[in-house]
């Protein structure tokens, strides 16, 4: 007789894990749990969103459903984004509530991304919820520049959250994007600040998603380059450390921390995809470079059975695709992906 599980609705459906047609186990989801934010990033957003009515947004218990029912099957770890999500109304208690996965063991980690302005107060009660790591997205320590990137971000209520964090024992990674011409000879010392405090530093290459003003083509600084200049002042050793990202690692041996480098432009990292993305409407993308997307608002509410939603969740991943098809447009310098990163979640 095949494995079963109980649904909290009372139903009992085979307990089968969620297999994409290139036989990859869909083991990770992202939850955006709202397109707000209280930063415009450059290469994020425009500097006047439109953003969705509130209407349109799941409520934090929808959420969990839907969380709960990946949970089933199969995934196992689920990391929340936004926009920023510490600026949705609540928040903490959808982190309240889905820690009963990890107390029950069938999420092994609960954890989030963030910008970092709102951590300060919430860093303790998120260690409280379960949570043990976080990625604070970080692009340069000097206060003017980050002013610049994010268009009126104050540096040193990030800093503030980054020290609260650590002090509620969360580790903390920092997210930077490589921008060309903007924090490309600042990252020696990012990387080392992050070393210093025990955190890992993961570079990210900009990617074009969405309209933002400035082009792309004058932002993209590939990492490929960037490490090279790293290899010229430092010993980086090739490590196998994984985080169930797309990030690939290196051990900087005059620092001692990790370096990774995620590069979705220069380098596919698609062969082992394991992640799908659950968009704050509701609305599931198979692959973040893609326009092809399922909408589980609707069966979600046509139904208190979960079996409608479970069936589409099964159409989707049978649609994942191998790969997503990236590129910087020098011609028409358009983004090759219409939707904002902050309507996905980062």
């Keep these: 007789m095949a494995d079963t599980t109980v649904l909290d609705r009372g139903e009992v459906r085979p307990a089968l894990p969620l297999l994409d047609p290139f036989a990859r186990a869909i083991t990770y989801l992202r939850v955006s749990v709202t397109d707000r934010c209280d930063l415009r990033c450059v290469y994020c957003m425009a500097e006047d969103m439109h953003f969705l009515p509130k209407r349109d947004l799941l409520t934090l218990e929808e959420l969990d459903r839907l969380c709960s029912v990946f949970i089933r099957r199969g995934v196992r770890k689920l990391r929340i984004t936004g926009g920023e999500p510490l600026v949705r109304r609540d928040i903490m208690r959808l982190f309240a509530s889905l820690s009963r996965h990890l107390e029950s063991g069938a999420l092994e980690e609960l954890t989030l991304t963030t910008n970092g302005t709102q951590l300060a107060r919430h860093a303790r009660d998120l260690a409280a919820c379960g949570v043990r790591r976080i990625n604070v997205s970080l692009d340069t320590l000097l206060p003017a520049t980050f002013r610049a990137l994010t268009r009126w971000g104050d540096l040193s209520r990030v800093l503030a959250g980054i020290d609260a964090a650590q002090e509620a024992g969360l580790a903390v990674k920092i997210n930077a994007v490589a ?168």
């Design 179 to 346: 921008l060309k011409g903007v924090n490309e000879d600042e990252i020696p010392s990012l990387m080392e600040w992050a070393h210093g405090r025990g955190m890992d530093l993961s570079l990210i290459e900009v990617m074009p998603l969405g309209e933002i003003g400035p082009a792309r083509v004058d932002q993209f600084l590939p990492l490929s380059l960037v490490k090279a200049r790293l290899a010229e002042r430092y010993t980086l050793e090739e490590i196998d450390y994984r985080t169930g990202g797309p990030a690939r690692y290196v051990r900087v041996r005059e620092t001692g921390g990790r370096l990774g480098f995620i590069t979705p432009m220069t380098h596919n990292f698609c062969e082992s995809c394991n992640r799908v993305r659950l968009t704050c409407t509701g609305t599931l993308y198979m692959c973040l470079g893609q326009e092809d997307a399922a909408d589980l608002r609707a069966p979600l509410r046509a139904s208190a059975s979960d079996g409608p939603v479970e069936e589409a969740i099964e159409r989707a991943i049978a649609r994942k695709p191998r790969g997503h098809d990236f590129v910087i447009d020098r011609r028409r310098r358009q983004p090759a992906v219409g939707r904002h990163m902050s309507v996905t979640g980062g």
